[in-house]
């Protein structure tokens, strides 16, 4: 043994109170938290890849990069806890030829101050940071605009119902026109249901005698799903129908089709001249 080796163990003996820190059971923990880490985060990464559909919206947005965000900040909290329950599996099982005996306590953790503190101090910050960033991503959906497409929602047992005011249009399919801000007036006339078009980045519940307004920007053409989230009954997991986000002018004719006049689709499609009565010929 070097003179430099010598140094280290008598170090690494005295310093670290023992052992090298990677043959101690805190060390070998650490490595498989390490390991554990790097899976969740890289679960975190790239399961919504494959798990998520297709967002349609900046909100929808959001809600991808909330769930890739809060995967990966517990990512390390949880694979701490399925480190020490591995760990704990192989190396501190019972080993006593008696199993009758039970094995001795191990050192208490409580009144262990640097562990408290560590313990308090991550959770607190971590809780902090999801506050904010969902205050964030919730008051970007509270932000109305004047031009809005106003969309009135109503649940009941079991199926969705749409309404567009100025239209007489009332439909069982969402159609929603692309790259316009639409404003969802959403209730119910019998139980609370759970208006959940996901991929909208919406999901609020319908609550009978209270209107609860949402906001979205469909800014990708396509069909979609539309769920309830909230179980309302024998039939609830039938309760589900599709939307379309179309051009305008798409969203004009399907208005048509629907009953509308066509000044009242021009306008409520936004296809008329803005500041004329007159809508535009198609
Ligand atoms: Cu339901």
Redesign the pocket.
Known sequence: MSFEEEVDEIEANTLLGGAPFFSRPGGKIFIIWLVFTVIGVLIGFYAPHHLLPVMQSPEGGDVWATIVFFTVLAAPVAALVYAIAFYSLFAWRHRSEDPDVPPPDAEPQRGNGPVTVVWLAVSTVLVVVLLFWGIAVWSAQQVSHPNALQVNVTGQQ?LWTYSYPGTGVETRTLDLPVNRPVQFNVTSVDVT??FWPAVLGVQVDANPDVVTVIRTTPNKLGKFIVQ?S????LY?AF?NNTGDVVTSQQFDTWLQSNGATPTAAATAAGTSSSGSTTAMGK
């Open positions: 079991w249901h759970g309830c909230q179980l309302c009954g609830h309760m």
